[in-house]
């Protein structure tokens, strides 16, 4: 028999994370949202599932450079807003990456995913 415990806190895990270093913020468990030091808030909108077909067979150095060559694709420390991605060692094989979407509010974070 074969029996798999998996202790890990849950799908938010890994954005949640990505929110608390790359942001100067905290999640207020009173208003139930992120907020940072300056009094804005943030939020963010993730998948580890984003796959298309089209982009099977690009590697990572395909990914990363688009990111280079689009800005909007890329993370800005100053407005602590942006896409960060993550899995890419899936694009080649499943046409699959993953991301986070850091934004000032839900609306913003949509429209970038």
Known sequence: FAV????RWGG???PMMTLDLLTDG??????????????SSK???????????????WTPTDIT?????YAQLQFNATSQTGIVFH?????SEFG???LV???NSVEDAQTMY
Do not use: W
């Not at 798999?4 to 202790?7: K, S």
């Not at 905290?26 to 009094?39: A, E, F, L």
């Open 26 to 39: 905290r999640y207020d468990d009173q208003t139930g949202s992120y907020q940072c030091d300056d009094g």
């Open 43 to 57: 939020c963010y909108y993730a998948t580890d599932n984003l796959q298309r077909d089209a982009f099977k067979g």
């Open 4 to 7: 798999e415990i998996n202790l």
């Open 96 to 98: 699959k990456v993953g």
């Open 12 to 14: 938010t895990t890994h």
């Open 87 to 91: 899995m890419l060692g899936s694009v």
């Open 65 to 69: 450079d688009l990111i280079d060559r």
């Open 101 to 103: 979407v850091i934004a």
